[in-house]
């Protein structure tokens, strides 16, 4: 067998982006070229002979499997890049990470003449550096440098090859297992045939962890791979951005069209000292105004920020007065830092006039938490429960692969508890039952349960008509329009079409709450009043809850001088009872479940209240604008007979539940005892005596009132005849008879010219309103022709 060199030309692989930095660069010792080398040794062609000296230093292959060779002084190869692609396939091997720890140049051309290869586990970490004495690390790493002696050291000789000129050994911690290697920073490499199947599998639309499980499978498990998941999620994400950093000029383009034909589009460019990080905001004038009316509660949706979307696209939508998804605007995010999310919530807010939001809903990430508490320190902010349940999926596989209940019973727990007790007993009790209280990923999101269990936020606003199903609201604004294979050539054009599918929808449920009228189902006023108010689909919801307190009682549970408590249940569930609190003087009441306060309508509850205390209509300020059909309209157009009558029920409510309380409290006080009991039915029949009188006595003020009136009347009649001032009138005196006449006749003509009045009055209102209408029919008619204009070209 003829002698064969030994080469090697094993690169070494490239770590994740998120692991420890500890490979810091090597350091370089300038030194000077006489310095004293070793003397090489040689492995000979013999099978069974050991290591000798020799004239001629070569490094040859013997017989058998190399990886049993183990570096050792003397050692040469060709090259620096061999000897380190040895000392890291050894490391592989053996079950530790090597990176390069420092170097010597030459003092007369600079070329590097001496390496230091170590273990990755090599010294300690200085936590004194410069780089982290200026500025405050949020998130530490991890402490992986335990001062571990392992090295291999390599000097260049005269005639051009390295030769070994140290090697330790031995290591002061454990070494990875053969099936853990792979996880080692400098073992990790992706190779070519993997990088085309992660390209081709993108392309698809798969997302990292199926890639994964591809190539695992395909290489025959995760050690052959060669690499983590968090390398493959990396390695696509630079790949998305190289492939959107030539297609980015073309969103820029379409912008700043879009700005010269409206100066009101507005957008704007992420920069870092002069250079665009690549993340763009925009909002055109719609989604400008339709924040101004639904701006109260927002979605940021950053569901097209995973790598199984080509777009790092994320919209900001909101809620509608029928319940539909409406767009406040959109971004692209290119850079996913803490200052990026800020910069972007910032220069929107800029965009939406500076009107921060009452609420916020994101998905479950760290880096847009800390964002959002620093621009919008006083909205309440909320992780979508949807996306957690999502992830639930992917996090607990195996669990519910064991257990099929375990997932009903989850979403039992987080949407089902009506007290935090009861939230916290439930959840307690699940995670113990299934053994899951060390889970990782449950104490997680445990730790923010008051960011996205429901129970903890019923008292703010979120627009959102049930707690147990996920709304339209809730879905994406683009869903059914930009996909994983959506690329940005054909982003705009897919883009405007959802805009305009959405516009469709909303006006096409405007003329149905304007041009069709809803089945009533009870003979109360108030249902009716809310016909008129709500659009159609808000009165269809109200409608449910109106009807509901039918099944439902509501029984006084304690009176403390203001308010009155009622404790509202259907017949026979009083364990299930729901309390509300009811002011009559403030026509004010809260209910324990705060559907009121979530979603912006009354429930059950308050209505079963308001049923047995005799309010007939909704009082006004329990009708939020922004569900009503005139949400988008600044002129609030309405009958004043319904005033009226609306101002005579409430005020004859008020009387009513005034006295009546009042009379309650009378009557607990004067049954006490006997003595009390005799005054207060001595008070009662006075009162009796008095109201009674005070009945006779408004019908006889009234013709008091007239006559006097009257004689005044007279008087100034009287007047003017006799001094001959008025037309055509002689200047005799009339008679009693005569100026009674002419009162009634002037009292005639005045309540005539008041009918007319009011009449002119009702059709100046009537074309008023016939003029908003008129207006919002033309809308319908043209967007409708916008979009048959569209379709056909």
Not at 670 to 688: I, P
């Amino acid at each position: 067998m003829e002698n064969e060199v030994l080469e090697f030309d094993i690169g070494l692989g490239s770590g994740a982006d998120d692991e420890d930095d500890d490979d810091a660069d090597a350091v370089d010792i300038d030194i000077d070229d006489d310095l004293p080398s070793t003397h090489p040794l040689h492995l000979t062609t013999s099978q069974n002979s050991a290591p000798t000296s020799t004239s001629a230093p070569r490094i040859y292959l013997p017989e058998g499997d190399l990886s049993d060779l183990e570096p050792y002084e003397g050692m040469e190869f060709e090259s620096e890049e061999a000897a380190k692609a040895f000392y890291n396939s050894y490391a592989r091997r053996v079950g530790f990470s090597t990176r390069v720890s420092s170097s010597r140049r030459s003092r007369r051309d600079g070329a590097i003449i001496q390496r230091q290869f170590v273990c990755a586990k090599e010294g300690f970490r200085n936590l004194n550096e410069k780089r982290t004495k200026d500025r405050e690390i949020k998130r530490p790493r991890v402490i992986t440098r335990v001062g571990c002696k392992a090295s291999l050291s390599v000097k260049m000789q005269d005639s051009g090859k390295w030769v070994v000129s140290s090697f330790v050994k031995e290591h002061n911690h454990e070494l990875v297992p053969p099936d853990q290697v792979h996880c080692l920073r400098s073992h990790r490499q992706i190779s070519g045939p993997a990088k085309t199947l992660i390209d081709t599998l993108q392309a698809a639309g798969m997302g990292p962890r199926r890639i994964m499980s591809a190539l695992i499978k395909e290489y025959g498990g995760i050690s052959k791979v060669g690499f983590t998941e968090v390398d493959c999620r990396n390695y696509m994400r630079n790949n998305r951005q190289r492939s959107m950093e030539g297609d980015i000029q073309l969103l820029l383009d379409y912008l700043r069209q879009m700005h010269s034909e409206n100066p009101d589009f507005f957008y704007a460019l992420q920069e870092d000292d002069g250079q665009f990080t690549g993340n763009v905001l925009w909002a055109d004038p719609r989604a400008r105004a339709n924040y101004s009316y639904f701006g109260d509660t927002v979605t940021f949706d950053t569901t097209y920020r995973s790598n199984r979307y080509r777009l790092p696209f994320a919209p900001f939508t909101g809620v509608n007065h029928h319940g539909q998804p409406v767009l406040f605007g959109c971004a692209f995010i290119l850079n996913e830092t803490e200052a990026s999310f800020v910069w972007l919530f910032q220069t929107w807010l800029t965009a939406m006039s500076g009107h921060h939001p009452l609420s916020i809903t994101t998905d479950h990430d760290a880096v847009i938490r800390l964002a959002i508490m620093q621009v919008f320190p006083e909205t309440r902010h909320r992780f979508c429960k949807w996306h957690i349940f999502k992830k639930c999926q992917e996090k607990l596989s195996h669990v519910l692969l064991k257990h099929p209940t375990f997932e009903a019973e989850f979403h039992k727990c987080v949407n089902l508890t009506e007290l935090i007790e009861e939230f916290e007993s439930c959840w307690l009790s699940l995670v113990d039952r299934y053994e899951l209280r060390d889970h990782e990923w449950l104490q997680t999101i445990y730790s923010d349960r008051r960011q996205w269990v429901p129970v903890y936020l019923r008292d703010a606003f979120f627009a959102e008509m049930s707690i147990t199903q996920r709304s339209d609201s809730m879905n994406s604004y683009f869903d059914g329009y930009v996909n994983a294979s959506t690329n940005l050539n054909h982003f705009f054009k897919l883009y405007e079409k959802a805009i305009e599918s959405r516009n469709e929808k909303e006006v096409k449920a405007d003329y149905d709450t304007m041009n069709t009228n809803p089945v009533l189902r009870t003979p109360s006023p108030m249902e009716k009043q809310a016909s008129g108010l709500y659009t159609r689909k808000l009165f269809v919801r109200f409608q449910e809850e109106l009807v509901g307190t039918l099944t439902f009682m509501a029984s006084k549970a304690e009176d403390d001088g203001e308010s009155i408590t009622y404790q509202v249940s259907k017949f026979g569930e009083d364990h299930k009872a729901y309390h509300v609190k009811f002011n009559v003087l403030e026509m004010k009441a809260t209910c324990s479940c705060q559907m009121f306060e979530f979603s912006g309508l009354l429930c059950r509850h308050v209505l079963t209240v308001f049923r047995v205390t005799n309010v007939l209509t909704l009082p006004s300020r329990y009708i939020l604008k922004r569900w009503t059909r005139n949400a988008k309209s600044n002129v609030i157009l309405e009958e004043r007979p319904t005033d009226i009558y609306t101002g005579y029920l409430e005020s004859h409510t008020v009387r009513y539940n005034t006295l009546r309380h009042e009379a309650f409290k009378f009557v607990e006080e004067g049954s006490k005892s006997l003595d009390t009991y005799n005054v207060a039915m001595g008070v009662l029949q006075e009162a009796t005596t008095r109201v009674a009188l005070a009945k006779k006595n408004e019908g006889r003020a009234s013709n008091v009132d007239g006559r006097n009136n009257g004689d005044s009347a007279r008087s100034g009649i009287r007047a003017n005849y006799t001094s001959g001032d008025h037309l055509g009138i002689s200047d005799q005196p009339l008679s009693e008879e005569d100026m009674d006449k002419k009162i009634q006749e002037l009292r005639d003509e005045l309540e005539y010219t008041n009918r007319k009045c009011e009449v002119y009055r009702a059709n100046l209102l009537s074309v008023l309103k016939d003029i908003e209408d008129h207006k919002l029919q033309l809308s319908i008619k043209v967007q409708s022709l916008k979009i048959s204009m569209k379709d056909s070209i």
